[in-house]
């Protein structure tokens, strides 16, 4: 079956930095994409970053380009996402997902792709 869950949510001031890991388990990393999302309070859900099964294609969104870093570890089948210089606006629950497209170390890496695997979510809050 497969499986997402995130951690590494907290508090944060703005101007800080978190990291997030998205444990995955059930399949391989070399077979699908994974995205994050995020979701604030009233607004509508957005694509963050993503990385393909290949490993070497990502995609950010251009709110947080230059700022997060997306990567991941095939042996731990674990996915990161690096936040830095952190501002209020990022504040949101963080989703990592996996588009439903099974192709093996592909550069397809969409934040439009209708059907995905999810997690639950972790909070991220930035605020003084």
């Known amino acids: 079956q497969l499986q997402l869950r995130e951690s590494g949510g907290g508090l944060v001031q703005p101007g800080g930095s978190l990291r997030l890991t998205c444990a995955t388990s059930g399949f391989s990393l070399e077979y699908y994409a994974i995205i994050w999302f995020r979701q604030a309070p009233g607004k509508e859900r957005e694509g963050v970053s993503c990385?393909?099964?290949?490993?070497?294609?990502?995609n950010y969104a251009d709110s947080v380009k230059d700022r997060f870093t997306i990567s991941r570890n095939i042996d731990d089948d674990l996915v990161y996402l690096q936040m830095h210089n952190l501002k209020p606006e990022d504040t949101a629950v963080y989703y990592c997902a996996a588009p439903k497209v099974r192709q093996f170390r592909s550069a397809f890496c969409p934040f439009g792709y209708e059907e995905h695997y999810w997690g639950q979510g972790t909070q991220v809050t930035v605020s003084s």
């Open positions: 990385i393909s099964s290949s490993g070497d294609f990502t």
